[in-house]
């Protein structure tokens, strides 16, 4: 890792970030801070990069020295700098305000939470297939360490058959995506080693990542230009000399984001450039409701330059505890080995079951995504309805809409509110780094379109409620998990 002092903004590039100085709002200096937290937390000036000096940026500001000086000392304050002996003034991300913990089971909630459909029907006959294919295995050990050789297989083909060409070799099964994301943070990185990810992100990615040491630069995303990560990611990796990228390119969760084709392809070479190994989350790549499918963000590059992780907990169902990843032989055989040092084998009648699922992966989806597509529309509606004042663009597929709020609402302050009410929903500044997104919720369309309109209702309840005592407008929500 090159040292901080080369990971530097120029007086002039971060002038350029932060436009006119005149429209500012004042206090000067605090809109200065402001100004620089912002891009902070969006990940358009990466943290651990070295800022400017105050006299070098009061001259390209043509402002005071003492107006940055302050502004540097709120950031430091605030926790979003740091300085460091002969460093000078390192941006740095504090601890993201949301906590969450494990999902609920409580009865009678309505949950727009989780991202998680309900089971799909070809899911008991796939465990009554693999009942009766369970006593040709009764006479072994039952241990299965890197997954069946015929769910390896399936899983392959179907790579295969989308267009990256894969042997079972490749293929270790894990207990979910969380599981595989997990066993490659854990494997590949060392304390301080630097993780991009996508600006807003699933939040387990960042847990995942500081619990194996990693340290989260953050790359924004935008639905409404999707491949303008193709341009941060430049920037980030040539700043932070990350060890490992973390990418959705196919419906990102929670903004629905989606690389086209050429950006997927610019993205993959600048990363495979820059020498940084790429784990590409495909859970949601064939939940496709608008248009057709693009080719595996791995497809035409060397197998070394990618890790896929993928799995059935968004096409069939969450309680499906088998997922996957793809990679060379070689990474493969060591990501093998440290899942089999936690845990022998994924269960076995589970991986029969997944077997059969994977083999039949194509009706299973056109059933879900006909589904998800109705279940889009109509919480799409509601929100245009009750929620005049909100904003959601229309995603071409995966599981939510990320929703922008108008300016006197905080996600926290809704999520609160709708709890009491038996509405649990996940705050915005679960999905990012530092304190963002306090403006956005996620709302998933996973629930049945009766449960949603219910849903939309009670925000719409709790909005009014909000409204009328703006005291309570930012009132910290209850603690939910996130998937």
């Known amino acids: 890792m090159p040292p901080l002092a080369e990971q530097s903004t120029s007086p002039r590039e971060l002038a350029r970030l932060l436009g006119p100085v005149d429209a500012l709002p004042g206090p000067r200096y605090a809109g200065l801070a402001r100004r620089i937290r912002d891009l902070i937390t969006s990940g358009s000036l990466p943290a651990g990069s070295r800022l400017p000096a105050e006299r070098e940026l009061s001259g390209e500001l043509d402002v005071s020295r003492v107006t940055v000086a302050s502004a540097y000392r709120v950031l430091r304050d605030q926790g ?87 042997g079972p070799d490749q293929i270790v099964v894990t207990v979910g995506v969380g599981d595989a994301t997990a066993v490659v943070f854990e494997t590949l990185l060392q304390p301080g080693d630097r993780v991009l990810v996508e600006h807003p992100t699933y939040p387990g990615v960042l847990s995942m990542a500081g619990a194996a040491g990693g340290r989260c630069i953050p790359v924004p995303v935008d639905a409404a230009d999707p491949d303008a990560v193709v341009r941060g990611a430049h920037v980030a ?77 968004k096409a069939v169902w969450g309680g499906l505890r088998v997922g996957w990843l793809r990679t060379e032989p070689t990474l493969a055989a060591q990501l093998g080995a440290a899942l089999v040092r936690r845990q022998l084998s994924v269960g076995l009648l589970d991986q029969l079951a997944a077997t059969v699922l994977v083999r039949r992966l194509d009706t299973v989806l056109e059933r879900r995504r006909a589904q998800l597509r109705e279940r889009r529309d109509v919480l799409m509606g509601e929100i245009a309805t009750r929620l005049p004042d909100w904003s959601a663009l229309l995603p071409a597929g995966g599981l939510s809409l990320w929703c922008r709020l108008p300016d006197d609402l905080g996600s926290s302050a809704v999520a609160a509110a709708a709890a009491p009410r038996g509405l649990l929903l996940a705050e915005g500044d679960a999905f990012g780094t530092g304190h963002a997104f306090d403006d956005r919720l996620r709302m998933p369309f996973t629930l049945p379109p009766r449960e949603l309109r219910t849903a939309v209702a009670t925000i719409e309840e709790v909005v009014a409620e909000l409204r009328s005592s703006p005291g309570r407008n930012r009132t910290a929500s209850r603690s939910v998990a996130v998937v």
């Open 80 to 166: 979003f700098a740091r300085t460091r002996h002969g460093a000078g003034t390192v941006a740095e991300l504090p601890a993201g305000g949301s906590t969450w913990g494990p999902p609920t089971t409580e009865p009678g909630l309505l949950d727009l939470a989780h991202a998680a459909p309900e089971a799909a029907p070809e899911l008991l006959p796939a465990y009554e297939q693999a009942l009766a294919e369970l006593p040709g295995h009764l006479g072994g050990h039952g241990y299965a360490p890197t997954g069946l050789l015929a769910l390896r297989s399936a899983v392959a083909d179907r790579f295969t058959a989308r267009g990256l060409p894969t």
């Open 237 to 313: 990796a040539r700043q932070s000399s990350p060890r490992l990228a973390f990418v959705m390119p196919d419906f990102s969760n929670p903004t629905g984001a989606r690389l086209s084709a050429a950006g997927r392809r610019r993205l993959a070479a600048t990363l495979w450039q820059q020498g940084v190994l790429t784990v590409v989350d495909e859970v949601a790549a064939e939940l496709h409701l608008d248009g057709d499918p693009l080719p595996p963000y791995a497809a035409g590059l060397p197998d070394a330059a990618t890790i896929t992780i993928g799995g059935l907990s």
